[in-house]
T-cell receptor, first 116, second 113 residues
Framework: NAGVTQTPKFQVLKTGQSMTLQCAQD?????MSWYRQDPGMGLRLIHY???????DQGEVPNGYNVSRSTTEDFPLRLLSAAPSQTSVYFC???????????????FGNGTRLTVT | AQSVSQHNHHVILSEAASLELGCNYS??????LFWYVQYPGQHLQLLLK??????LVKGIKGFEAEFIKSKFSFNLRKPSVQWSDTAEYFC???????????FGTGTRLKVLA
């Protein structure tokens, strides 16, 4: 049982490049989400999904796209990287719905992204 | 909109000192409350959670938190900290049914050996 797996761990991009951050979970969680962590700002929600084919925006969605074609995977796409997107990105998942014991979030190990 | 405030941004303690980290949230209805810990270079891990029932919640590694509804607070406590408690601590709130978790800005705790 690997939990939440994120790849890559580190990435350096040039302004304007695109890339996809991968996230996979093997706990059959319906809910998956992406956060970015910046000093002094805590974690801010980028996008989330409550099931395959369903996604929605969080607090800071601009510049990012997501899709959810399977329960297990929730990739985050940066279409045209900007220096303001330099951050640590965390994927997190949980059971959705309040008949599932009010499950807390399980986090991946993070991706440290630098955009120059 | 819901928000979470953690007033202590940096805390430095000596080993064996007592710890209390403040967390206040703004939302008038039912909430689920969490404390997460992030050790240096690692991902966030759940320390403890409150959904309902006894407002004093015990978590891992000797941590506990008390939910005071009238004060919209969920402060984290530990009677005697250890060097290994050096980490960043995040309070988080979830409104049932919204699927969104709102995190505070975090408190960096440094414990001196």
């Amino acid at each position: 049982n690997a939990g939440v797996t994120q790849t890559p761990k580190f990435q350096v991009l040039k302004t304007g490049q695109s890339m996809t951050l991968q996230c996979a979970q093997d706990m059959n969680h319906e809910y998956m989400s992406w956060y970015r962590q910046d000093p002094g700002m805590g974690l801010r929600l980028i996008h989330y999904s409550v099931g395959a084919g369903i996604t929605d925006q969080g607090e800071v969605p601009n510049g990012y796209n997501v899709s959810r074609s399977t329960t297990e995977d929730f990739p985050l796409r940066l279409l045209s990287a900007a220096p303001s997107q330099t951050s640590v990105y965390f994927c997190a998942s949980s059971y959705a719905g309040w008949d599932k014991n009010n499950s807390p979030l399980h986090f991946g190990n993070g991706t440290r992204l630098t955009v120059t | 909109a819901q928000s979470v405030s953690q007033h202590n941004h940096h805390v430095i303690l000596s080993e064996a000192a007592s710890l209390e980290l403040g967390c206040n949230y703004s939302y008038g209805g039912t909430v689920n409350l969490f404390w997460y810990v992030q050790y240096p270079g690692q991902h966030l891990q759940l320390l403890l959670k409150y959904f309902s029932g006894d407002p004093l919640v015990k978590g891992i590694k000797g941590f506990e938190a008390e939910f005071i509804k009238s004060k919209f607070s969920f402060n984290l406590r530990k009677p005697s900290v250890q060097w290994s408690d050096t980490a960043e601590y995040f309070c988080a709130v979830n409104v049932p049914g919204t699927y969104k978790y709102i995190f505070g800005t975090g408190t960096r705790l440094k414990v001196l050996a």
